[in-house]
């Protein structure tokens, strides 16, 4: 069982930067490849971002490349996603998911840990 809890969201400027941190529980975090999901008003959650057990293999949705990045930090089982240059269009509920390793970084997380999200709000 992998607990995970994201912080970070806010109110900000378009222009600005955010950083979200979703915490994972267990010993075992390494084991698990990390995904950042976004969900608006209205629309279908959608694939953000995703980093690889070891962190090595990243992948980014064409709507935020060049402006966000994920990362890890195994030791302290903690999953990041810097966000620059936001935009209203970004406005969402931030999840983070954990998944086994294995099998494609930006798909099968239908069976994975779930956090509870966090509002990020991008103004005009």
């Known amino acids: 069982q992998v607990q995970l809890v994201e912080t970070g969201g806010g109110l900000v400027q378009a222009g600005g930067s955010l950083r979200l941190s979703c915490l994972a529980s267990g010993r075992t975090f390494s084991s698990y490849a990390m995904g950042w999901f976004r969900q608006a008003p209205g ?4 694939f953000v971002a995703a980093s690889s057990g070891s962190g090595l293999s990243i ?4 709507s935020v490349k060049g402006r966000f990045t ?3 930090d195994n030791a302290k089982n903690t999953v990041y996603l810097q966000m620059n ?4 269009e970004d406005t969402a ?3 983070c998911a954990a998944k086994a390793v294995g099998g494609p970084l930006v ?7 779930w ?5 990020v709000t991008v103004s005009s």
Do not use: F, M
Request: proline content about 3%; glycine content about 10%.
């Open 107 to 113: 798909s099968g997380y239908e069976n994975a840990y």
């Open 115 to 119: 956090g509870q999200g966090t509002q």
């Open 85 to 88: 240059s936001l935009k209203p």
């Open 70 to 72: 994920i990362s890890r």
């Open 59 to 62: 992948y980014y949705a064409d």
């Open 93 to 95: 509920v931030y999840y």
């Open 43 to 46: 629309k279908e959650r959608e």
